[in-house]
């Protein structure tokens, strides 16, 4: 099986890199704000080892129309069988073809997994402007963003646990690999040291409590065990994080 690096490779994500900055600057200039990113690159943000290929933006309906136009300008297509994704091939100096995709979600947009419901308005208020490579970028907050990557591993995992084999082999490739960069993503996030109130307030709001931690249990990330903790005056058990190093 590939390693995460061989997956992921520095020459396809420095590029996918150039091609983010690329919309940062834009925003900036053309729509007078800084449009949030939600995925592996926001957590690259945070945690800067491995880089993303694929882009996830969170947009206003109003901001759309605009955006399209970057698209365009830019040599991104849209995709037929998929109206919010549009992508465009690269190719490295060493002559490799790579596709990078923008996946465009509503501000609006919610998220339902399992038993939980997490919508992406949450943004408005658990986010914050940070600096990646001296381009403002907007991102959730270590927290919500956690919680972001453990649904999107949680959802991916348990599409490939049904009818896994009968999906086409190149697509079964890029499930695996999403799978795999949204395990690492999640422990790279936990090494940032995230407010463990903040996470349990937002699994609350969420409904997302229990798909989580069995999420981190199956990843190993945390292990069942009574420990007291002091927080906010205040006594409670709860469920430690491993050291995920």
């Not at 590029?15 to 200039?29: G, T």
């Not at 940070?130 to 963003?145: C, F, Y």
């Not at 453990?150 to 009818?163: I, K, S």
């Not at 069942?224 to 927080?231: C, D, M, N, P, V």
Request: glycine share 4%.
């Amino acid at each position: 099986m590939p390693t995460l690096e061989e997956r992921y490779p520095k020459e396809i994500t420095d590029l996918s890199l150039v091609e983010l900055k690329k919309f940062l600057a834009w925003c900036k200039s053309r729509i007078r704000k800084t449009v949030p990113v939600i995925g592996g690159w926001a957590v690259y943000a945070y945690a800067p080892k491995t880089g993303s290929i694929d882009i996830d933006i969170a947009i206003d309906k109003v901001d759309e129309p605009p955006i399209k136009g970057f698209f365009k300008e830019n040599g991104f297509k849209r995709k037929e069988d998929e109206p919010n994704v549009y992508f465009k091939e690269i190719t490295t100096a060493a002559g490799r073809t790579e596709t990078i995709h923008y996946d465009v979600f509503y501000s609006d947009h919610v998220f339902k997994i399992r038993e939980a419901s997490i919508s992406f308005n949450l943004l408005d208020r658990y986010s914050q402007e940070i600096s990646l490579e001296a381009q403002p970028m907007r991102v959730p907050t270590k927290e919500l963003l956690l919680i972001l990557k453990v649904a999107a591993y949680r959802d991916r995992e348990d599409n490939a646990r049904m009818g896994h084999f009968r999906r086409p082999p190149g697509e079964r490739e890029r499930l695996e690999s999403k799978i795999e960069k949204d395990k690492a993503d999640i422990r790279n996030l936990f090494e940032t040291a995230p407010d463990q109130k903040r996470i349990n307030d937002l699994l609350e709001k969420t409904g997302f409590k229990q798909a989580y931690t069995q999420s981190l249990k199956e990843l190993g990330i945390i292990k069942t065990q009574s420990k007291t903790i002091t927080g906010n005056a205040s006594i409670a058990k709860a469920e430690e994080p491993k050291d995920p190093r």
